[in-house]
Nanobody
């Protein structure tokens, strides 16, 4: 079965950096768009970043543009999210997801990881 396993979350201070990883198995990784989403307590899950299957297209939520970078290594079946200049408002559970469409919509992603907590203190 398909598995997406996130890692790399933690507790950091404002201004610090973190790199999240998501290892995929059970799917032909190189043919899927990969996305990162996040969900803060009491809020809906929101789009963070997406990368097309050949890394030819990437896009970001306005709130993270210029601070976060998404990348993928198809040889390792892994997608990354480099997060720099972290802010307290970035605190959330971060999820990776895979989908057939290059999209920022939650409903276009069919497989999801279990999430990794990122907490940014001020």
């Amino acid at each position: 079965q398909v598995q997406l396993v996130e890692s790399g979350g933690g507790l950091v201070q404002a201004g610090d950096s973190l790199r999240l990883s998501c290892a995929a198995s059970g799917l032909t990784f190189s043919t899927y768009t990969m996305g990162w989403f996040r969900q803060a307590p009491g809020k809906e899950r929101e789009f963070v970043a997406a990368i097309s299957w050949r890394s030819s297209n990437m896009h970001y939520a306005d709130s993270v543009k210029g601070r976060f970078t998404i990348s993928r290594d198809n040889a390792k079946n892994t997608v990354y999210l480099q997060m720099n200049s972290l802010k307290p408002e970035d605190t959330a559970v971060y999820y990776c997801a895979s989908g057939r469409a290059y999209s920022s919509s939650v409903r276009d992603y069919g497989y999801w990881g279990q999430g990794t907590q990122v907490t940014v203190s001020s």
